[in-house]
């Protein structure tokens, strides 16, 4: 099993900045890769950003050049630092996790929101 919490969601306004933390129970080289998704109301959860073991990135094309997905192998911590926020942005952001088996884990959310 893996337990993941995040934190640093909150409200900001447009154009303003946030950065998000997942803190995993396990050390990062257990798992094939840590992100990100997020869900507005009345809509599908998305992928926003994920960083594999190996260090490959990858973004939803609506966040590229403002948000930066990164890992702090020691602390077991994956962040997102989101920059130039907009309304649309608005969501619970969840921390996603893949072990080394492909298990599926998930984090209870974070709410952000940006006001216009």
């Known amino acids: 099993q893996v337990q993941l919490v995040e934190s640093g969601g909150g409200l900001v306004q447009a154009g303003g900045s946030l950065r998000l933390s997942c803190a995993a129970s396990v050390n990062f080289f257990r798992l094939n890769y840590m992100g990100w998704y997020r869900q507005a109301p009345g809509k599908q959860r998305e992928l926003v950003a994920t960083i594999s073991r190996g260090d490959s990135t990858r973004y939803v094309d609506s966040v590229k050049d403002r948000f930066t997905i990164s890992r702090n192998n020691a602390a077991n911590t994956v962040d997102l630092q989101m920059n130039g926020l907009k309304p649309e942005d608005t969501a619970v952001y969840y921390c996603?996790?893949?072990?080394?088996?492909?298990?599926?884990?998930w984090g209870l959310g974070t709410q952000v929101t940006v006001s216009s």
């Open positions: 996603n996790a893949a072990d080394i088996r492909w298990r599926n884990y």
